[in-house]
């Protein structure tokens, strides 16, 4: 069980208000996942909620049950935190065993747990090195493991591959996402990346300046951002904004669309400009294109290899089922 | 980055350490203030009443007031000259690439272990005796008159004991704080055409200047109140005598506490204004 | 990236290094050779360095007039008490500035360390009244508590430094794990910080054994340490080098060869945790 709730929860240091009122709601075996630039707040929401820091104001329940003034030991929370936070004289056994020990678990009942945290995160054969002898994602591993065996009503994880290199992000990300699944726990996950976000959450919270901007599942966030932001944020490359008069042209102070839903052409169109960098991938091309009226530079991504290159004059057409229009404010109009 | 559990927590093991210092400050510290306006002389009838500022003015109109003044700030400024000059030129000699740096580490750091008494005594004896010392037997063998070094020189020989106390730990700082200096930076510098002297003055002695702050607060700290080195050397005798010795003599030889108690509180003000200006320049080396 | 030096070059600076180091390191490497030569010739003109008759006689004198053994019991119970104290009472105190700043850290900690400039003979002589009064003067107990308080901020403010290394993630890490804050610095901050506790430990004893105002004004017969022991020899009678050397060296051969043995952790210990 591992549902938490968020009631006007704030947190200021000092005069400074790092998040003003909040409601939250995460169910129960849900992956719920924090994201936003950083400093926007995301990793002290998951230390209010992991108890390390006290809520300036409001109620935080788990399960139910008011855990405001609760000290993170009697949280039943798991964390994994951005350095792994390993103990670095002992060994990946005894990191394991260290919160069943701490809880009192008694040795047989420990030795279980270790096997069985070890079989799954392949890490039966470091058992008894120290933290300092393994890599990263060996590390992380154990970081994970030493959170399982507490068998918690939920896991926080504070950014946890980002000190992963690329290749080694994608495949913890997919292991995090099993574990999920086979585990069926709660888990908030903080990132900034929204990569990581758009692929293992079951729902995102986008945070900026300590504010909820949308709550939603991923494929809700990038069909209907219910602002600038979120739509900007959400999706790579990112969304284009256009002002002034091509807005106008569709009753709207911006209009946003999103790279992969501009065509190119090389004869007509209904924007004009010159290809500026184009980045070849090979699955895909990202042209930067400048000229078009309202957006320096437009980014369009164009499936598979397209013979363009710097200074040619291309033709742009807009998927307008796809068009995303804000107001002033920046919100969305519907 | 805390909780309110935790800051009570906090609050809480200081507490022991915050408690006893302060006892240890101001419990003496309202004693020597009380005596410093007493006439109080121990062997000749005890406490004789109020005496206002007599002390005071009898502290510092004395003829020895103002020359153990200097003599300290001499002391002081002299070893703290000394060792970090030789301790910069020690810990680049220590840097560079030898056979056996552990051992000779070894080697300098030795003064640092041995006592004060037994240092002040192997050179007041050993050395700078004036007909058995080995300086003696060095002075004659080149021809020349050995010299009574502590009574004929005595504070730069008190500073020479005292600088090879002290060293050992102006060479390890600075040599530690010349090791986390980048290569590159210097490779950089050569790579720019500067001579291995414009090196040392633009970007080996900057580095340091953290470095030999801590070294000139922390010798401070100790050498201010040096006792043992002049206690067995001169007994403050041939113009040897700091204030701290000068005090001391007040209190115990002469066993005029109200007198001596007057001067500590000089001796106190005298550090606190050496502390205050330590520790502002510490206090913004401790944010870095 | 190092660069190969020309072994021309590294032997140049071996020489000079070892010539310095030599220097320095003289007058211990004199008083030690000294202690086993007689009276006569620790005098002789021009001096003998090696060549002379080895003899022990000195040791024994020196044993014969004071009694060795108990300056020194004295001197490890005053050293190794008042640091062990110490560092019990500075360790939570450590912690809490560490992992718990406030706005008041730092003016605290330079307080501390201020009381250390404290001129102690400004003090001499209440203090000297309150140890009559407690039936303190001339004791173990009283020169452990008075050494302890004199190096209590430096062993705070060298702890503090050393667990500043210490990612409070870690800390954080543990507390989520279910440690209380006793665990938490028993099982998890102490064995990390056991290189910075064993260099604090190190250096403190020394300080506490070299100490030489308190020792010297605070004890008589009963405490006396080492300090006490070879201040006896400050008055010259008669021929006295050779053992004024061996009593020297029985005074500071117990730190030197500590600090030949844990030589890692107190150059560590040496640069007070203030340089890395």
């Known amino acids: 069980m591992g549902r938490i709730q968020l009631k006007q929860v704030k947190k200021s240091f000092g005069d400074v208000t790092v998040i003003p009122p909040l409601d939250l709601t995460i169910e129960d075996g849900e992956f719920t996942v924090f994201v936003g630039p950083s400093g926007c707040g995301k990793s002290t929401l998951l230390r209010l909620i992991a108890g390390l820091e006290d809520t300036s104001d409001g109620v935080i329940e788990i399960d139910g049950k008011d855990a405001t003034s609760l000290p993170p030991a009697k949280r039943s929370l798991a964390m994994v935190f951005q350095s792994y936070a390993l103990y670095p004289h002992m060994t990946v056994r005894k990191n394991i065993a260290f919160p069943m020990k701490m809880a009192g678990v008694d040795k047989a009942e420990q030795d279980r747990r270790i096997e069985a945290a070890a079989k799954a995160l392949n890490l039966a054969d470091y058992l008894d090195r120290r933290p300092g002898q393994l890599s990263g994602g060996q590390r992380q591993r154990v970081a994970i493991g030493r959170a399982i065996v507490r068998e918690p009503a939920a896991f926080l994880f504070d950014e946890p591959l980002s000190n992963l290199d690329a290749a080694l992000r994608v495949g913890m990300r997919m292991e995090i996402s099993e574990l999920h699944k086979k585990l069926d726990t709660t888990m908030i996950y903080v990132t900034h990346d929204q990569v990581e976000a758009m692929t293992m959450a079951d729902k995102i919270v986008v945070l900026q300046a300590g504010v909820i901007e949308q709550v939603g599942s991923p494929l809700e966030l990038y069909r209907t951002p219910r602002n600038k932001f979120v739509a900007g944020f959400i999706g790579s490359p990112k969304m284009n904004f256009l002002e002034g008069p091509e807005a106008a042209k569709h009753d709207a102070h911006t209009i946003g669309i999103r790279p992969e839903h501009v065509e190119v052409s090389t004869t007509e169109g209904l924007w004009q400009g010159k290809v500026g960098v184009a980045e070849h991938l090979g699955s895909d091309t990202f042209i930067h294109v400048h000229g078009v009226p309202g957006c320096d530079p437009m980014t369009v991504r164009v499936g598979g290899e397209i013979p363009v290159h710097h200074g040619d004059t291309i033709f742009l057409n807009p998927n307008l089922e796809h068009l995303h229009r804000f107001d002033a404010e920046g919100l969305r109009i519907q | 980055m805390a909780t309110q559990h935790s800051r009570s927590a906090a609050r809480l093991m200081m507490a022991p350490a915050v408690f006893l210092l302060l006892v240890w400050m101001l419990v003496p510290l309202s004693m020597t203030l009380w005596f410093s306006f007493r006439k109080y002389l121990p062997l000749r009838g005890g406490d004789l009443g109020w005496a206002g500022f007599d002390n005071y003015v009898r502290f510092v109109t004395s003829s020895s007031f103002w020359p153990s003044v200097m003599t300290t700030l001499i002391i002081v400024g002299g070893v703290l000259v000394v060792t970090v000059m030789f301790g910069v030129l020690l810990a680049i000699l220590l840097d560079q690439p030898m056979w056996g740096q552990g051992v000779v580490r070894i080697l300098v750091i030795a003064p640092f272990f041995v006592m004060p008494t037994v240092s002040a005594l192997v050179w007041k004896n050993m050395f700078m005796d004036p007909t058995n010392g080995l300086f003696a037997h060095l002075w004659r063998f080149f021809g020349a008159e050995p010299i009574s070094w502590l009574s004929e020189a005595s504070l730069p020989s008190l500073v020479m004991i005292v600088s090879w106390q002290w060293l050992p730990f102006a060479t390890l700082i600075l040599l530690t704080a010349i090791q986390s200096l980048d290569s590159e930076q210097l490779e950089a510098a050569e790579m720019d055409g500067a001579s291995p002297l414009s090196r040392f003055f633009y970007i080996i002695l900057p580095h340091l200047s953290r470095a030999i702050t801590i070294v000139v607060l922390i010798q401070t700290i100790f050498l201010l109140s040096i006792f043992a080195e002049i206690f067995v050397t001169t007994s403050g005798a041939f113009g040897t005598k700091t204030l701290t010795y000068l005090i001391f003599q007040r209190v115990l030889e002469s066993q005029n506490v109200g007198l001596g108690s007057a001067g500590g509180v000089y001796a106190i003000i005298l550090a606190n204004i050496v502390a205050l200006f330590l520790m502002r320049i510490v206090g913004k080396n401790l944010d870095a | ?276």
Request: hydrophobic letters at 55%; aromatic letters at 14%; charged letters at 10%.
């Open chain 3, 1 to 276: 990236m190092a660069r190969a030096v020309t072994t021309q070059r590294k032997a140049i600076n071996t020489a000079f290094a070892w010539g310095v180091g030599l220097l320095i390191f003289f007058p211990i490497l004199w008083t030690i050779l000294t202690s086993f030569k007689t009276e006569a010739q620790a005098i002789s003109d021009p001096p003998v360095f090696l060549f002379f008759d080895w003899t022990l006689e000195n040791y024994a004198a020196v044993q014969e007039r004071s009694n060795y053994a108990r300056f020194l019991w004295n001197s490890i119970i005053i050293a190794v008490g008042s640091t062990i104290l110490g560092t019990i009472i500075a360790v939570p105190a450590a912690w809490s500035m560490a992992f718990v700043p406030s706005k008041r850290t730092k003016d605290i900690l330079l307080w501390m360390l201020s009381t250390k400039m404290l001129p102690a003979v400004g003090v001499l002589y209440p203090i000297y009244l309150l140890f009559i009064r407690l039936g303190w003067l001339d004791t173990q107990i009283g020169l452990v508590l008075v050494l302890m308080l004199i190096n209590l901020p430096i062993i705070v403010w060298m702890l503090y430094t050393y667990f500043r290394e210490i990612p409070g993630e870690i800390l954080e890490a543990a507390r989520m794990d279910g440690a209380s804050l006793k665990d938490e610095i028993i099982y998890v901050l102490t064995p990390m910080a056991v290189p910075g506790i064993a260099s604090t430990i190190l250096l403190n004893i020394i300080l506490a054994w070299n100490e030489a105002f308190w020792t010297l004004n605070l004890t008589a017969a009963n405490a006396a340490p080492l300090t006490a022991f070879i201040a006896s020899y400050s008055s010259p009678e008669g021929l006295f080098y050779a053992k004024l050397s061996a009593a020297s060296v029985m005074a500071i051969a117990p730190i030197l060869i500590m600090g030949w043995f844990s030589q890692k952790q107190l150059v560590r210990g040496l640069t007070f945790g203030a340089v890395k």
